[in-house]
């Protein structure tokens, strides 16, 4: 017995999983890094990416809008009777 004591010791030294660690300094000096880049004001900045696209939608005319939707479904169409047919 007095031989797995001494083994023992060796096994409580090991990392736990499950230990809850308080990392909020680490976490803090990232973020103000991070900050220091200005990254989170680039994307505040940024515009949305729906309302580009709604706007460029506006801006083409219905017409070009109409001729590349019978395109691109008469297009999808073949290729998808092409697939069916092989």
């Keep these: 017995m007095a ?5 023992s010791n060796v096994f409580e030294e090991e990392f736990n999983p499950f230990e809850v660690k308080d990392n909020t300094l680490d976490l803090r000096k990232k973020l103000e890094r991070i900050d220091n880049r ?3 004001t680039k994307f505040k900045c940024a515009q949305d ?3 580009i696209a709604f706007r460029k939608i506006e801006d083409i005319s219905l017409k070009t809008l109409a001729v590349d939707f019978v395109k691109e479904s008469f297009f999808d169409f073949v290729s998808f009777v092409s697939n069916v047919c092989k």
């Design 3 to 7: 031989q797995l004591k001494k083994y």
């Design 38 to 40: 200005d990254i989170r």
């Design 49 to 51: 990416p729906i309302n």
